[in-house]
Nanobody, 119 residues
């Protein structure tokens, strides 16, 4: 079983919304709760880029391109991280990846979920 499992991707028209979810089924609470969690994305021909991150203290950080449109959150009791994406634009089209950095600095990635925004 994978360490991180994303879901919620799909196709949507510009201006629409999607909510991505990332589950950490193999984590125990004491491992997940202190982890730094993030969402990255990668579109064809481009490098993977940070979209949003959230610390164990729920401090969030966003890429300038998504500020005011995207919101990251986490539920430690469920070992879940979410990315609410509103006012989507065609340039948001990419594969979105969940990322975890644990207290011991080990890093994990999900398999990715495709988001396609049509104009």
């Amino acid at each position: 079983q994978a360490q991180l499992v994303e879901s919620g991707g799909g196709m949507v028209q510009a201006g629409g919304s999607l909510r991505l979810s990332c589950k950490a089924p193999r984590n125990i609470f004491s491992v997940f709760a202190p982890s730094h969690m993030a969402w990255y994305r990668q579109s064809p021909g481009k490098e993977r880029e940070l979209v949003a991150s959230i610390t164990s203290e729920h401090i969030t950080n966003y890429a300038d391109s998504v500020k005011g449109r995207f919101s990251i959150s986490r539920d430690n009791s469920r070992k879940m991280v979410y990315l609410q994406m509103n006012s989507l634009k065609p340039e948001d089209t990419a594969v979105y990846y969940c990322n975890q950095v644990r207290q011991d600095s080990s890093t994990y990635w999900g398999q990715g979920t495709q988001v396609t925004v049509s104009s």
